[in-house]
């Protein structure tokens, strides 16, 4: 029988290769995402040698690439909702290869920040587009593990960086590294980038900003692959029906959906707080300022990012059973004591290993917890118009957060001492835990458009959604 449909055939396929594909590109966004904002771990010791840099000049050599990260989660949103999602990962691929080969040839610092600055556009643009992509492309019963497949990407990424600067690192003596290793640790990760950008290729759109965008047939193309025929016709008029009720003006954001966006801040910015993107750019650093030897806190650093990517598979099978905001509040009550700890350690000048333990155990919380469920809730919480720039603004906070954090921490440490960065890191864990106990709702369970439909309703979500 004919049909007028020109997309009959794409409807009629129920395949899972398209969401296999588009979780393996948001996976490696991830990843590269992981890889890129961690390598600095291993190559700061001896960067800040050869350019002989102060405690201030060695937290601008490692957070650099996090203010280029704020910029890419500036432009992100607008490119998301603009060009779509494709597009904008395969500029972020761009990202990733031009600064993982500019830095291979970095004469002086300022050319080093140029290129991390490139870099960290991508990082940036990647930490918005990679969970936004595959929310609005994953159905409803799996999207909590499709999301927090980006976050498996983001634990792999860091563990391939500390494996592979222990590798490099144990390549050559002292001086090679001081002059020549550094470089090739960043260079290692234009392999992944390019990957990254062959994968794009056969990857679908996203069917949300199809929709958006008046091409209903391509959307419905989309969702049909993913999810059935039957399915596709349903998901298309929810979908109508909620970018309907949307204008599409950024103005919504702080008008209708001023909660989910004070929300989506503020989880972003508590994500933070407690210490973990400095915890892993100084990594072998913390380690050598406990008494171990530099070979071994290289090794230590791989340790600890093993625990982070076990905790992180095991969040992947729980996340859409227990839910984001237990999860978080197991996850920063594990993070709270384990820093604390960490922190009574070095005060008492305790041993190494408890220390390894403790920050493997504050990893683990960050793991299974915030780290995954923060990407899952403000990939849920906006609705679609407007999703890309809210995620923009939330993942921007984060991202200075994380700046001031690396900036920070070498002067924090050597005014208030080890045990006294720790201490307040600790304490944005605890805070962290009541702020997400009193404000952040459970998302488990619910639709990308019923939550948009929730926001709108007399009643906030806050008060509608269980936990």
């Known amino acids: 029988m004919e049909t007028n449909n020109p997309n009959a055939e794409a409807v009629q396929a129920h395949s899972r290769v398209p969401l296999i594909i ?3 590109v948001s996976t490696l966004g991830g990843l590269l995402f992981g890889y890129d904002n961690i390598v600095i771990s291993g190559a700061i010791g001896f960067l800040s040698q050869l350019f002989h840099l102060d405690a201030a000049g060695v937290g601008w050599a490692a957070g650099c690439a996090l203010v280029g990260c704020i910029a890419g989660c ?6 998301a909702d603009y060009l779509g999602k494709k597009k904008g990962l395969a500029l972020c691929a761009l990202c990733f290869v031009l600064s993982s080969v500019g830095i291979l040839f970095a004469a002086n610092l300022h050319q080093f920040v140029l290129w991390r600055l490139i870099g960290g556009v991508g990082i940036g643009a990647a930490s918005v587009l990679s969970p936004n992509y595959i929310a609005e492309i994953a159905p409803t019963r799996v999207r909590g593990r499709c999301v927090t497949l980006y976050q498996l990407g983001i634990v792999v990424g860091i563990l391939a960086a500390v494996f592979v600067n222990m590798l490099i690192q144990r390549t050559g003596n002292e001086a090679w590294n001081i002059s020549t290793g550094w470089r090739w640790m960043f260079l290692a990760g234009a392999v992944p980038a390019i990957l990254f950008g062959i994968m794009i290729l056969p990857a679908v759109e996203s069917p949300r900003w199809l929709m958006k965008m008046g091409q209903r047939d391509q959307a419905i193309g989309v969702l049909a692959k993913i999810n ?5 016709r349903l998901q298309a008029v929810e979908i109508e029906s909620a970018l309907a009720s949307e204008k599409g003006h950024i103005s919504e954001l702080f008008t209708t959906f001023r909660r989910p966006l004070l929300l989506g801040i503020m989880l972003a910015a508590l994500q933070q707080i407690s210490g973990i993107t400095p915890l892993f750019s100084f990594l072998p650093e913390i380690f050598r300022a406990a008494g171990t030897a530099t070979s071994d806190a290289f090794f230590q650093s791989v340790l600890v990012s093993l625990i982070n990517l076990m905790f992180t598979l095991f969040a992947l099978w729980l ?6 905001k237990t999860l978080i509040l197991a996850g920063t009550g594990l993070q709270f004591v384990s820093f604390a700890l960490v922190g009574w350690f070095y005060h008492v000048h305790g041993s190494g290993l408890a220390i390894l333990i403790f920050v493997m155990s504050f990893v683990a919380g960050h793991a299974f917890g915030n780290g995954v469920a ?9 609705p679609t118009k407007v999703r890309g720039r809210g995620m923009s603004i939330a993942t921007t906070a984060l991202w200075l957060v994380g700046y001031l954090g690396n900036q920070l921490f070498p002067i924090m440490q050597k005014h208030l001492g080890s045990d006294g960065t ?3 890191f600790s304490a944005g864990a605890l805070l962290t835990f009541i702020l ?4 952040i709702p459970e998302t488990k369970g619910r ?6 439909k929730l926001w709108i309703q007399e009643k906030p979500l806050v008060e509608r959604l269980p936990g």
């Not at 923060?374 to 906006?382: A, F, G, L, R, T």
């Not at 997400?436 to 404000?439: E, Y």
């Not at 639709?447 to 948009?452: D, K, Y």
Request: glycine content about 10%; aromatic content about 12%.
């Open 374 to 382: 923060c990407w899952v809730i403000i990939s849920e919480i906006y």
């Open 319 to 324: 996340v859409d059973r227990a839910g984001r």
């Open 228 to 232: 059935g025929a039957d399915a596709a």
């Open 74 to 79: 500036a432009a992100a949103g607008s490119v």
């Open 436 to 439: 997400v106990g009193l404000l």
């Open 447 to 452: 639709s990308l458009e019923e939550i948009t």
């Open 422 to 424: 720790f201490w307040f």
């Open 22 to 24: 588009a979780a393996s």
